[in-house]
């Protein structure tokens, strides 16, 4: 069966080359964005994992919510407390942030940044609530907040297989030692995320030596940015295809926010009246 790779830069090839002999494995996605486009877990989901997708922006949530009924999918971000945060989204990018200091770069790049109050749980009490087996690769993309969702998880309790952390351009971050002191080994920078093995998976270390190849036997999922549509048209069929998911992501948030509901009872008090 041809593996189908929504991933931005091969993450998906690499974990499943290390992880594929896994039947209904196990992930926890921090900072999952949208269910398929640039997808690490997408893949495995269409192969019958499951797992944990954080997600703080209302659009995704809901994109998420629709389309991965087998997953747990949680409306936050991951800190290390549990506390109101204010969050800068970025509409429509993989670029929203709990940083200030990315968001105001972002903003003078001429990017529109607006700003939200979400909830946050600890990457451990998430664990605590929605883990009951083996999690066999635990990702985190969150835009400059590394080090405070790492400080969140208790790796003696919960040992994840593989961890992905997005670290773009820079190899040397400064929360590596909570990392590598918790017992895992870099094992691969590919250019954007560092791979790390827990220290009693490093027989897992041989999938990862060499890049993502035609052995490998994977397809790019169609409009993936590796792949040039055919015709102009079908480019169309494609955005469009993307406005609609983001329209119907927005107007299931917007259905299921408080002031929805509030306009929903004014209106049937007004109908009766």
């Known amino acids: 069966m041809t593996f189908i790779s929504y991933a931005q830069n091969f993450e998906d090839i690499r974990l499943w080359r290390a992880l594929k002999h896994v039947e209904n494995g196990f992930y926890i996605d921090v900072g999952a964005n949208h269910p398929t486009d640039d997808s690490v877990t997408r893949a495995f989901y269409d192969r019958g994992w499951s797992g944990i997708n954080v997600e703080p922006v209302p659009a995704y949530y809901e994109a998420l919510r629709q389309q991965r009924p087998r997953d747990t999918n949680l409306q936050c971000a991951a800190g290390d407390n549990a ?3 204010t969050f800068y989204s970025i509409a429509d990018t993989g670029l929203s942030t709990l940083d200030p200091a990315m968001a105001r770069q972002h903003r003078d790049a001429g990017m ?12 451990s009490d998430i664990c605590a609530a929605h883990v009951a087996g083996p999690i066999h690769f635990l990702k985190i993309d969150v835009e400059g907040h590394e080090e405070t969702v790492l400080r969140s998880m208790d790796f ?6 593989i961890l992905l952390i997005e670290t773009p351009w820079e190899r040397n971050q400064t929360w590596e030692t909570l990392v590598t002191d918790a017992g895992y080994h870099p094992v691969v920078f590919d250019g954007i995320n560092t791979f790390y093995l827990a220290e009693e998976h490093l027989n897992l270390k041989g999938a990862f030596d060499i890049p993502p190849c035609n052995l490998d036997e994977f397809q790019f999922n169609p409009g993936h940015r590796f792949v040039a549509p055919a015709t102009e048209l079908e480019q169309a069929l494609l955005a469009e295809r993307q406005r609609a998911d983001r329209a119907e992501a927005q107007l299931h948030a917007l259905r299921n926010s408080r002031s929805w509901r509030a306009i929903e009872k004014l209106r049937k008090v007004l109908v009766r009246g």
């Not at 003696?156 to 297989?161: G, H, K, Q, S, T």
């Open 83 to 85: 506390e109101a945060l």
């Open 112 to 123: 529109q940044v607006q700003t939200q109050t979400v909830s946050s749980r600890t990457l």
């Open 156 to 161: 003696n309790r919960w040992r994840p297989w």
